[in-house]
């Protein structure tokens, strides 16, 4: 699997939507926010994003 890696900041349009999260989730983005120096929505979109490209490449091994 692939390194999960903190982005630089970058500009790309978005949509607002609301999601709920377990505590103890929101306390880690928190904190990683803090030391990081990037948003907790910066955050948890590279964070969802890293998760899509894992899968994906689990299912092109799976369907091989």
């Keep these: 699997m692939k390194k999960f890696k903190l982005p630089n900041a970058t500009d790309e349009k978005s949509v607002l939507k609301t999601i709920r999260i ?6 880690k983005l928190e904190e990683l926010s803090v030391k990081s120096n990037l948003s907790i929505n910066r955050l948890v979109n590279e964070c969802i994003e890293f998760a899509l490209e894992n899968i994906e490449e689990k299912e092109k091994i799976a369907n091989k």
Excluded: A, F, N
């Design 22 to 27: 377990k505590l103890s989730t929101q306390q």
